[in-house]
């Protein structure tokens, strides 16, 4: 079935460097992706998001790539500040879910920023 | 959102109870989720619906039981058949379009 592979679990920087999250997903028609940040005992909220004819988006310090050649796609956040640290996590729909809007997650990544 | 409403914030379920964790949205979406989230694990999909009297079951529904009898309402029930209830459950509503999914705030549920 189709799977998202979401690294590092865990990520650990200092103030003002650059994180960055990748996933894998395994269905090549995949054709969107999201990412969602959740902050502890929070729902997720959407961040940023990618269609697959789109090779990166950029939202001030937030920028995402999407590689489909390799299946892969990442979450660069630039200038990390303390309250980037939260759990964040990939998902891809796809093809094959149709209207459903279903999306396959990725495990997420906890990020920590020291200050 | 403000519009997606979870209750109740934080349930207990005692051994062979069903409980029943409500789910209502104002953003007049069409379609609905349910997921399961345990620590250190992705959200995994429990049930879902695309319109009104319809739904379809995702990777884990055993043990669960949906209703959607209004647009504005998705309530999921876990049954006593589900044997490790304890998680964190969060409801996602969408619109048309290709729109993203957005989140209620969640239940946490727990064993006694």
């Known amino acids: 079935g189709e799977n998202v592979e979401q690294h590092p679990s865990t990520l650990s920087v200092q103030e003002g460097d650059s994180a960055v999250i990748k996933c894998t997903y395994s269905d090549s028609a995949s054709n969107y992706f999201p990412w969602y940040k959740q902050e502890l005992g929070k729902r997720p909220q959407l961040i940023i998001d990618?269609?697959?004819?789109?090779g990166e988006k950029k939202d001030q310090r937030i920028a995402v790539t999407l590689n489909k050649t390799a299946k892969h796609f990442s979450l660069h956040i630039t200038e990390t500040q303390p309250e980037d640290s939260a759990v964040y996590f990939c998902a891809a729909k796809p093809r094959g879910s149709g209207n459903t809007g279903k999306l396959i997650f990725g495990q997420g990544t906890t990020l920590q920023v020291k200050p | 959102d403000g519009g997606i409403t979870q209750s109740p914030k934080y349930l207990f379920r005692k051994e062979g109870q069903n409980v029943t964790l409500s789910c209502e949205q104002n953003l007049n979406h069409d379609a609905m989720y349910w997921y399961r989230q345990d620590p250190g694990q992705g959200l995994r999909l429990i049930y879902y619906?695309?319109?009104?009297?319809?739904?379809q079951k995702g990777d884990i529904a055993e043990g669960y039981s949906v209703s959607r009898e209004k647009k504005e309402s998705f309530p999921l029930t876990v049954t006593s058949a589900q044997k490790n209830p304890t998680a964190f459950y969060l409801c996602?509503?969408?619109?048309?379009?290709?729109?993203?999914?957005?989140f209620g705030d969640g239940t946490r549920l727990s064993i006694l």
């Open positions: 996602a509503s969408r619109g048309q379009g290709g729109q993203p999914q957005h």
């Open positions: 990618i269609r697959s004819n789109v």
């Open positions: 619906s695309q319109i009104v009297n319809d739904f």
